[in-house]
């Protein structure tokens, strides 16, 4: 017979069960440990000398205390000599309060006074001094100065009010700066543009339009689609000017040269094909990729072409030989966007495997890769003007800088998968959407000034709303849009609106 299980009184029970939880939350580990003082004050030790070593040597200047109203209001430490300094004399360095480039200065004294602008108590705080061997050091400088960089800039060379001034302290490879309070920031305001509106619409594909691209005599446009047809259409009327066919599946690419009169094409058939415009006829086939190709782009100033695909690499192509150059691989799924440009890095790609890839052309492996977003990476636009680029993804949009892809900012708000991003020289960012949305955002700022929900083509589904494909025209004028509704959409700016 099981051994009957003791039995204890509700009241015990209870004190029990009390403990059991007592025990359980006893041990609060979110409650601040108590300060040691040993380890605080080695903390701040290491500290000083770390973040403040460099400026630890400087004697107090006793004329400047005496006019700000003594030793407590300007040097927290009081009128401390480190031993550094002792038995030693001191050159004085004097630097952002004087219009000409930095130099050895004497010490500031009632006779010899710096030239003050904007004003004596906020020239006075910024003099700063500095060890004899620094001083010639600095002196011997072939680099600007920051007051050479504002100056040539046109920009006076202390913006801030007195009293918000900023310290710069340069001791050998050491930049600290010292800022006294400052104002929190603010959004920066964005520029104005006027809101785009629709004005066209063009039809005449019987499947999905999926990508678009503007020769660049601005006389006429091209668009590839799911009915396996190219395009060309004339940009001042909107007419079809000429259907080439030759793709057996969607074609997902097109492109046109500035450097010859090529059109290249590559499309879910895993091929990539030049046309040549003066006979409209296929002159040359590109042959590697081992499934859908989903985007190409040009390089601008060699005659080399590059493909991404399904495959998850992006292959660079010889234009005139047909020879693959190489094959990027490295992204682990497919590679859905990629990019060219003259200045390194020359190649970017998107990939679905959530990151973008910045290459290098000549060794054909990658420099950087780009993990910030957490979804698909579906397009990359490069800005025509700045160095700096945008990618598109579910997630966010995301700037970045070149050439080591330093993070800018997040433009959120688009919500849906963002198939496309176009960008024109006045900073208008254009982002369109699997759900027929289009976001125009202000680059600098990353400020959403315009949203738009389309209409969809009378005799398609509301589902069929999506952007696939979005581009500027040359004169960067127009927008055109192609869609899941078989149209392409004509967007100008509203010269109406102010």
Request: glycine content about 8%.
């Amino acid at each position: 017979m099981a051994e009957e299980v003791q039995k204890h009184s509700v009241h015990t029970l209870v004190f029990r069960s009390l403990k059991r939880t007592h025990d359980m939350f006893v041990a609060d580990n979110s409650k601040p440990i108590p300060l040691d003082e040993e380890s605080h004050k080695v903390k701040m030790a290491v500290k000083l000398r770390t973040e403040y070593g460099s400026v630890l040597h400087m004697p107090t200047l006793k004329e400047n205390l005496r006019e700000k109203g003594g030793p407590n209001t300007g040097d927290p430490y009081g009128p401390k000599q480190y031993s550094g300094n002792q038995g030693q004399e001191v050159e004085y360095m004097v630097t952002g309060t004087h219009p000409y480039p930095s130099g050895p200065g004497v010490a500031l004294t009632a006779d010899t006074k710096v030239q003050r602008m904007p004003s004596e108590s906020a020239a006075q705080s910024l003099a700063v001094a500095l060890p004899a061997s620094q001083s010639r050091l600095d002196a011997n400088r072939t680099a600007a100065g920051v007051g050479d960089i504002y100056r040539h800039a046109g920009i006076s060379e202390r913006s801030q009010p007195p009293g918000m001034s900023v310290s710069m302290v340069e001791a050998g490879a050491n930049k600290n700066s010292a800022l006294m309070p400052k104002k929190a920031p603010t959004m920066p305001k964005p520029q104005w543009h006027p809101p785009w509106k629709l004005y066209r619409v063009i039809s005449g594909h019987l499947g999905w339009v999926r990508c678009i691209a503007v020769e660049p005599g601005n006389q006429w446009f091209v668009t590839g689609s799911a009915d396996r047809t190219i395009k060309i259409w004339d940009l001042a009327s909107g007419k079809l000017k000429l259907s080439l066919t030759g793709h057996i599946s969607t074609v997902r690419g097109v492109i046109v040269s500035a450097r010859s009169p090529y059109l290249f094409s590559c499309g879910e058939d895993k091929q990539v094909k030049c046309w040549d415009l003066e006979y409209n006829k296929v002159i040359r086939h590109y042959h590697g990729h081992l499934s859908a190709v989903y985007g190409l782009d040009l390089h601008p100033t060699i005659d080399v072409l590059v493909t991404c695909s399904r495959d998850s690499t992006a292959r660079i192509w010889d234009v005139r030989t047909k020879a693959s150059v190489h094959t990027l691989s490295g992204h682990t799924n497919a590679v859905a966007t990629v990019k060219c440009q003259a200045a390194e890095p020359q190649i970017i790609t998107g990939s679905h495997d959530t990151t973008i890839r910045l290459w290098d052309l000549v060794a054909g492996k990658t420099r950087v890769t780009l993990t910030n977003h957490k979804k698909s990476v579906r397009a990359v636009v490069l800005h025509p003007r700045h160095y700096t680029f945008a990618s598109g993804s579910p997630d966010n949009i995301k700037q970045w800088k070149f050439p080591d892809g330093n993070f800018i900012q997040n433009l959120s708000g688009h919500n849906a998968i963002i198939n496309t991003l176009a960008v024109n020289s006045d900073g208008v960012l254009v982002s369109g959407a699997d759900n027929g949305t289009m976001h125009l955002w202000d680059w600098r700022t990353g400020y959403n000034f315009q949203r738009v929900h389309a209409a969809v083509q009378p005799g398609s589904l509301d589902s069929e709303s999506g952007i696939f494909a979005c581009v500027f025209d040359q004169s960067e004028s127009r927008l055109l849009m192609a869609g899941a509704d078989k149209t392409i959409k004509v967007y100008k700016e509203d010269d109406t609106a102010s």
